[in-house]
């Protein structure tokens, strides 16, 4: 190549450059140019974090606004609501007020110290206020408040919601309940709380004291399981439907206690009843008189030792005697069933009704007071029993199919021999733990009895096995007696 080429080469080659150069500055120019406006509303943002973005576009500032946005339209007016107060709140509770342009809602709902209880309560409402959204009308403008009475801070709450609906104007309401046991950590079925028993006795209660009755303007089929109460302090309230209005009727814990699969401490009955060979035959052992200061834990340790249960009629008079806190608590953390013998052992059916009141009433309270459990059942003095006390008593009455004649003999051997010739599926044997022979026979019985068989139950496991939901006021000799 000769120089004139090469400088001519290069001449060429300097144009082009310099022509792609002012090209891309013109680009460059116009690009900026183009931008300019954009960049000033947003010199301080980042386009790649897109919070910081709107953090910036979120500033009231006049230069915040974005030209180059949709127009956006007139936002709808939100549906106003004010949260109504009408509910009494025991416990905490937590409140949302949320206005939206097609429905605005109102939800409260019980908040515990326990973080698993507070979430289940915030679920069950939730789920409450999702089945009311699902269920409104397209094109309506609506108000929804969920509401609740509860039960304060017992170990099983009770929550019932109230649930009021506005659409277009047209207002209805309705009502649920939530029962949550948090001595379980877990929700349940408001029925499971009750047995059927106890349906027919609050329906009986309702209808002698309301005056309404079974049937098309009273107590419903949905009334079947009591979906509706609330457990208070001394008393249930239970809710029922009267021609379509909600009313309630209060029944002391005593009356309805025996009922309850699940009792106000959060204990669940079904938890005390193990799990047995319900073809093997069972034999209830009970034990009256007690407790006593040294035959009693002497006992729980036999029993204890065999791994069998077995049900204490207590005494109220004695409950306040030496050792017997400690026999008390020992039993009720042995999962032996504890029931009452009435306070001062006298033959109930010479007592006037106060009386009679009385003496149930006076060991219940004792007896919750020492163990945080009510008594099961109730075994009458000698077994003294007549319609008035049956009439009177708050559990079902025990008397017994085998009377080991402890109180008469006092004497080991022939103990062991009248228990071992009674012996029999499904009955209740009569003893008495202040008798150091009585507690010496037991040594020997108890092995003999699991030797031929028996699986020696609680009261409660006795009839849970038999398919008996024993009533109030009715006397068992035996399971199916
Ligand atoms: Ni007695």
């Given at each position: 190549m000769t120089r004139k080429k090469k400088r001519k080469l290069k001449k060429n080659v300097e144009r082009v450059l310099i022509c792609s150069l002012c090209l891309l500055a013109i680009l460059v120019s116009v690009y900026f140019i183009k931008n300019a406006k954009k960049w000033a509303g947003g010199m301080n943002s980042q386009p790649d974090d897109p919070t910081v973005t709107q953090a910036a576009n979120n500033k009231p500032s006049g230069n915040t606004k974005n030209p180059t946005a949709e127009p956006t339209a007139t936002p709808e007016p939100k549906i106003p609501i004010e949260a109504e107060n009408k509910y009494t709140h025991q416990g905490t509770a937590k409140q949302e007020v949320v206005p939206g342009a097609k429905v605005s809602y109102v939800l409260n709902y019980p908040v515990f110290d326990n973080a698993i209880a507070t979430e289940a309560s915030m679920q069950n409402a939730k789920a409450l206020l999702s089945k009311e959204l699902e269920t409104l009308p397209e094109n309506a403008k609506s108000r929804i408040w969920i509401d609740y009475e509860d039960s304060g801070s017992k170990a099983v709450v009770s929550a019932v919601f109230h649930i009021t609906k506005e659409v277009d104007g047209t207002t209805t309401e309705s009502v649920s309940e939530w029962v949550y046991n948090k001595k379980k950590g877990e929700s349940f079925e408001a029925?499971?709380?009750?047995?059927?028993l106890a349906y027919e006795y609050v329906v009986k209660r309702v209808t002698e004291t309301v005056g309404i009755t079974e049937g098309e303007d009273g107590l419903t089929a949905e009334q079947e399981h009591f979906p509706y109460f609330l457990l208070k302090e001394e008393e249930v309230e239970f809710f029922y439907l009267d021609g379509g209005k909600l009313g309630s009727i209060s029944i002391p814990y005593r009356e309805v206690y025996t009922y309850m699969a699940v009792t106000p401490d959060g204990t669940v009955r079904m938890d005390n009843i193990r799990e047995l060979d319900p073809n093997k035959p069972m034999i209830a052992l009970t034990f009256d008189d007690g407790p006593h200061i040294n035959n009693t834990p002497r006992l729980l340790s036999i029993l204890e030792k065999y791994n069998v249960r077995a049900t204490f009629f207590v005494l109220g008079d004695r409950?306040?005697?030496?050792?017997s806190e400690e026999a008390m608590a020992l039993m009720a953390a042995s999962d032996n069933e504890i029931a009452s013998h009435?306070?001062?052992?006298?033959?109930?059916?010479?007592?006037?009704d106060e009386q009679i009141e009385a003496e149930f009433v006076k060991t219940r309270n004792k007896i919750y007071e020492m163990t945080g459990e009510y008594p099961t059942f109730v075994r009458a003095p000698g077994g003294n029993v007549n319609d008035k006390v049956k009439a009177l008593s708050y559990a079902p009455l025990i008397n017994w199919?085998?009377?080991?004649r402890d109180w008469e003999s006092r004497d080991r051997d022939s103990i062991v021999a009248q228990a071992l010739a009674g012996a029999k599926a499904n009955r209740i044997m009569l003893m008495h733990d202040i008798h150091t022979c009585t507690v010496d026979a037991a040594e020997i019985l108890i092995p003999k009895l699991l030797e031929q068989g028996y699986q020696l139950v609680t009261l409660s496991e006795l009839f849970y096995y038999n398919n008996v939901e024993p009533e109030n006021g009715v006397l068992y000799r035996a399971a199916d007696y």
């Open positions: 029925k499971e709380m009750f047995g059927k409950l306040s005697w030496e050792g009435t306070f001062s052992h006298s033959n109930l059916t010479r007592l006037t199919s085998v009377d080991t």
